[in-house]
């Protein structure tokens, strides 16, 4: 089945970097945007970002633009999330989640406005 | 910016009841770009309808979704224990997603 697998906890410092992993599997990677979003604790939902696997390119909240950086590997079928320059604000569950665009072998891309699934989330906490 | 408001921001019912969660736009949106998610605790957040009125797949008929405009609906009918978690709007035309506040249902 269409899975999306993120990696584990992390423990950061302020001012520091984090980086979650994404890995897809039950669907061919590079046909769907990876969409980023956060939750802080007891709060709702806040997009991040999306990316689109197939050539990379990127698109982010202005809240996070020039702090965030979103990646892939496609030999791997996994996505990539680093936040840098880390506050207490930034402790949150993060969350992967496919949708967004699907893009066909032709090049022509396809809004599907709905995110499914979602990765089960990493709780990124920053603290000194 | 298209911004949802949810409304109630929460509800206690009891098991077995029926009902109706509110997504307003603060402007006009396709139908087709409109999404609920279920997220129960210490969990993510699970698709149920998108296109404002198509269940996903494996959700029960006692979900449904309506609405149109700026206003839509999600109506859960007889309530089961697992029916009890938070609800999220969410809006996404191929600009920049937005989710709504959130509805939680608790039980009575």
């Known amino acids: 089945q269409v899975q999306l697998v993120q990696s584990g906890a992390e423990m950061k410092r302020p001012g520091a970097s984090v980086k979650v992993s994404c890995k897809a599997s039950?669907?061919?990677?590079?046909?769907?945007?990876i969409n980023w979003v956060r939750q802080a604790p007891g709060q709702g939902l806040e997009w991040m970002g999306w990316m689109n696997p197939n050539n990379g390119n990127t698109r982010f909240a202005q809240k996070f633009k020039g702090r965030v950086t979103m990646t892939r590997d496609i030999s791997i079928s996994t996505a990539y999330m680093e936040l840098s320059s880390l506050t207490s604000a930034d402790t949150a569950l993060y969350y992967c989640?496919?949708?967004?665009?699907?893009?066909?072998?032709?090049?022509?891309?396809?809004?599907?406005?709905?995110?499914?699934?979602w990765g089960q989330g990493t709780l990124v906490t920053v603290s000194s | 910016e298209i911004v949802l408001t949810q409304s109630p921001g929460t509800l206690s019912l009891s098991p077995g009841e029926t009902v109706t969660l509110s997504c307003r736009a603060s402007q006009s949106v396709a139908s087709s770009f409109l999404a609920w998610y279920q997220q129960n605790p210490g969990q993510a957040p699970r698709l149920l309808i998108y296109g404002a009125s198509t269940r996903a797949t494996g959700i029960p008929d006692r979900f449904s979704g309506g609405g149109s405009g700026t206003d839509f609906t999600l109506t859960i009918n007889r309530l089961e224990p697992g029916d009890f978690a938070v609800y999220y709007c969410?809006?996404?035309?191929?600009?920049?997603?937005?989710f709504g506040g959130g509805t939680k249902l608790k039980i009575k």
């Open positions: 989640a496919r949708g967004g665009f699907h893009h066909d072998s032709s090049g022509y891309s396809n809004l599907v406005g709905w995110f499914d699934p």
């Open positions: 969410q809006h996404y035309d191929g600009s920049r997603p937005t």
């Open positions: 039950g669907y061919t990677f590079n046909t769907y945007d």
